[in-house]
């Protein structure tokens, strides 16, 4: 079936903040064949936007782009070998339904990543991660289409440059990507990550002993869902500003005045955050992870309640949308926490979602 579009489209369900927005069209991709013609047809125009399950992104207003919508379905068993297992899924596929048949084809590897929020092609943009495991650990590679020429190409995992919540296509090299289709390298045997947050209460409690990855997949759902609120129920987009990364000085100097404040230093290798890699060479320099969570509760923030717009009771670190409120009120409250934190701590946090 040939991309779809329309004109004057209501963006609200199509972004988990439920903010209102409209775009002024909207092209869904259903074959990737498609979209070098639409690309063509869009030339002249503004670059298009493309959009997935809209879970990590927040509309301001209308955009005046055209969005794209990438809607394309595919789970493939690709190759198996001594390096593990290659499946290959569209990127408009579901990222929990991908992870659940991934275990249903009896693999291990993204259990800890269950019931993240979004579709398979945005996996890379940030680099999901949770419970301790990042996507970048089974990434294998992607297709992507230039939105300037509709050209075909493969990244592997360097050219992707795979950071803390962070890619090349985060970055203005990297924006002329639409992602269409992703391989992971998986696993049929492999330790299971269970040293994180409440993995072995919760398998406990389950009264299993010897879990398997389906386990561990259960176990982190229903944890989120205790924890983290509904996008159906209280529009949310999870995080909304990712965790500093600072180098060690900076974190001693904060930590020898709040001693209670959380660090987690970073493995030397890790990519800083915003710049890319140390150039070769250059000693590499030791980071810090800080809570952004952790800064803003103690900035008064949490529960924080003005008209429709809010901080979740439980996390300081997620923006709610109690109704009504539009996304230029969650990014006014989000520049306000921001300035607090900053004018605390010195620290500047930065948006984990896309602002459009
Ligand atoms: C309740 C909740 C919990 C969450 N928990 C986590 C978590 O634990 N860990 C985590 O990492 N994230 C988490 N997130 C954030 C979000 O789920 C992820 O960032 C997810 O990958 C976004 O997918 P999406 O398809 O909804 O992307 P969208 O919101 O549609 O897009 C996000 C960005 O990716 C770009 N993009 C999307 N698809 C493509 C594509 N095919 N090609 C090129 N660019 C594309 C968009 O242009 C945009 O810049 C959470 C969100 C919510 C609402």
Request: aromatic share 6%.
């Amino acid at each position: 079936m040939a991309a779809t579009e329309r004109a004057g489209v209501s963006l609200r369900t199509l972004n988990s903040f439920g903010v209102e927005a409209r775009a002024a069209r909207l092209i869904e991709i259903r074959r990737a064949g498609e979209l070098p013609a639409v690309v063509e047809r869009l030339r002249d125009g503004p670059a298009p936007f493309v959009l997935g399950g809209g879970s990590n992104v927040l509309f301001t207003h209308d955009p005046p782009m055209p969005i794209l919508r990438i809607a394309l379905r595919s789970r493939t068993l690709l190759a198996e070998d001594e390096r593990g297992t290659l499946v290959e899924a569209g990127a408009g596929e579901p990222w929990n339904d991908f992870v659940e048949w991934t275990l249903a084809q009896g693999l291990v590897g993204l259990e800890n990543l269950s019931l993240i929020p979004g579709t398979v092609g945005a996996s890379p943009i940030q680099n999901i991660g949770a419970y301790g495991v990042e996507m970048r650990e089974h990434f294998d590679s992607l297709d992507a289409v230039s939105l300037r020429d509709g050209r075909r190409r493969r990244f592997d995992a360097a050219d992707c440059r795979l950071g803390y919540r962070d890619s090349v296509f985060r970055h203005a090299e990297g924006r002329q990507w639409a992602i269409v289709a992703v391989r992971f390298r998986l696993a049929r045997e492999a330790p299971l990550r269970l040293d994180y947050g409440e993995i072995r209460d919760e398998l406990r409690a389950r009264g299993i002993t010897r879990a398997v990855a389906r386990d561990v997949a259960q176990a982190v759902s229903a944890i989120r869902r205790r924890k983290l609120p509904d996008p159906t129920v209280l529009g949310n987009a999870g995080s909304f500003f990712r965790n500093p990364v600072v180098d060690a000085a900076t974190a001693e100097a904060l930590a020898a005045r709040e001693p209670a404040m959380p660090r987690f230093p970073l493995p030397p290798d890790e990519a800083p955050a915003a710049g890319g890699r140390p150039a070769s060479g250059e000693p590499a320099v030791s980071r810090v992870k800080l809570s952004a969570g952790w800064l803003i509760e103690q900035c008064g923030w949490k529960g924080f309640r003005e008209g429709d717009v809010g901080v979740h009771d439980r996390h300081a670190l997620v923006l709610v949308n109690h109704g009504a409120a539009s996304g230029a009120q969650i990014a006014a409250l989000a520049a306000r926490i921001a300035e607090t934190v900053r004018k605390r701590f010195g620290i500047v946090l930065e948006p984990e979602p896309t602002i459009v």
